[in-house]
């Protein structure tokens, strides 16, 4: 076959290629007349396209963008849903993988921006714009929305998000005083946010607790991570007792409690430490005794 029919046949095989990448190029430039343009244009000489679809919800979403404030919950609930179950998918899909994060990132900090006037709602905990400052990268600006809460270090939502917020702004060092208050106050939180922060250090810590904790096996056993934390870290007993002892918590009790025994062990006040060392027993047994080995310390 000559070279120009050869030529003429590798354009014919990729002109949907070049149609698609036309729709994909507006699209990241966020021009939403001419990627609806490029899509009119796919469509009509590929109709049977597979990506058509998602192309179709990402074109529309620029489209249909607005910057209105939102003045009722369900509404930013159900915008929200919204972008998770139809837009974040189809971002996967049409996006290349390098893009994806760069081109949700407007989304999410655009809804965080048209929610900051909702107020904290008890019924509608995660319609808020502190989780949506979360999704934008947004870390100083989820600070000062979770600081418009009033308690939030009392309420397990806003507590995960400034927990969050304060993890990605400063690192884990700073963050261990809210993350030993989310331990004790929210335990499936604590969880659900150390997995999602993929942190090796916080990883190897929750591994090391689920192996060597002497507990019930249950996701509330992390109550207790943080006064755990103390035994086998001594070294955060300066961090951590910057977190907000909560008295009707028998964990975070035990947290401030392990904190005055490293104290006084290191001022060598015997006599005090017999008191404090029976009280950590009658707070939790096993970790009492996850204590005292360190100690090689038979208990009597």
């Keep these: 076959m000559p070279q120009s029919m050869q030529q003429l046949d590798i354009f014919a095989d990729s002109r949907d290629v070049v149609l698609r990448n036309d729709v994909v190029e507006q699209l990241q430039r966020r021009h939403a007349v001419d990627a609806r343009a490029s899509l009119t244009q796919l469509a009509s000489e590929y109709p049977e396209d597979s990506v058509l679809p998602a192309m179709t919800v990402l074109v529309r979403e620029l489209e249909n963008g607005s910057s209105l404030p939102l003045t009722d919950h369900a509404e930013l609930a159900a915008v929200r849903r919204h972008l998770e179950e139809d837009v974040m998918p189809a971002v996967q899909r049409v996006m ?11 989304c999410w900090r655009s809804l965080a921006q048209r929610a900051a006037s909702l107020v904290f709602c008890g019924t509608h905990t995660e319609s808020h714009a502190a989780p949506l400052w979360l999704r934008a990268g947004g870390w100083a600006a989820a600070t000062e929305a979770v600081n418009t809460i009033d308690s939030w270090w009392r309420i397990p939502s806003p507590l995960a998000w400034m927990t969050e917020a304060r993890y990605r702004a400063g690192g884990l060092d700073a963050a261990w005083p809210l993350f030993a208050e989310l331990a004790w106050l929210a335990p499936s939180r604590f969880a659900a946010l150390v997995g999602a922060l993929r942190d090796a250090s916080l990883d190897a810590l929750r591994q090391r607790f689920d192996a060597d ?15 755990w934390l103390l035994i086998v870290k001594p070294a955060l007993a300066g961090r951590l007792a910057e977190a907000r002892v909560q008295r009707d918590l028998p964990a975070s009790r035990a947290t ?3 904190g005055e025994i490293l104290r006084r062990e290191h001022e060598g006040d015997q006599h005090e430490l017999i008191a404090l060392r029976q009280e950590l027993s009658r707070l939790h047994t096993g970790l009492f005794d996850a204590y005292m080995a360190t100690r090689k310390v038979l208990h009597r």
């Design 96 to 106: 290349p993988a390098q893009d994806a994060h760069a081109w949700s990132t407007p």
């Design 213 to 227: 904790f002497s507990g019930t096996g249950e996701i509330e056993d992390y109550v207790w991570f943080s006064a």
């Design 256 to 258: 401030a409690l392990l």
